[in-house]
């Protein structure tokens, strides 16, 4: 069974930074490409960085480029998503997924809420 939390979510301030975590059970981790989702209210999920499964290529999504790193620890089966430099625009309920099997599955989302 395929499980996925999210945490770290929280309030901060413009510029600030803060670190997402998405524990994951019920697959082998080490073996998948894992993403990181957002989607504020009213708007679309947007997809936000991926991570290979060697860890030897991320990529991100250009509007965040420069700005949030995306890692991973195979050991800990637990996906990571470091933001810094933080603007109003990002503020979106975050979201680890996993593409398994033909399926999307995702965690439950950790609300991320910046303010100036």
């Known amino acids: 069974q395929v499980q996925l939390v999210e945490s770290g979510g929280g309030l901060v301030q413009s510029g600030g930074s803060l670190r997402l975590s998405c524990a994951a059970s019920?697959?082998?981790?080490?073996?998948?490409?894992m993403r990181w989702y957002r989607q504020a209210p009213g708007k679309e999920r947007e997809w936000v960085a991926a991570i290979s499964t060697l860890c030897r290529t991320t990529n991100v999504a250009d509007s965040v480029k420069g700005r949030f790193t995306i890692t991973k620890d195979n050991a800990k089966k637990t996906a990571y998503l470091q933001m810094t430099s933080l603007k109003s625009d990002d503020t979106a309920v975050y979201y680890c997924?996993?593409?398994?099997?033909?399926?999307?599955?995702w965690g439950q989302g950790t609300q991320v809420t910046v303010s100036s």
């Open positions: 019920g697959f082998t981790f080490r073996s998948y490409t």
């Open positions: 997924n996993l593409y398994q099997g033909g399926n999307n599955y």
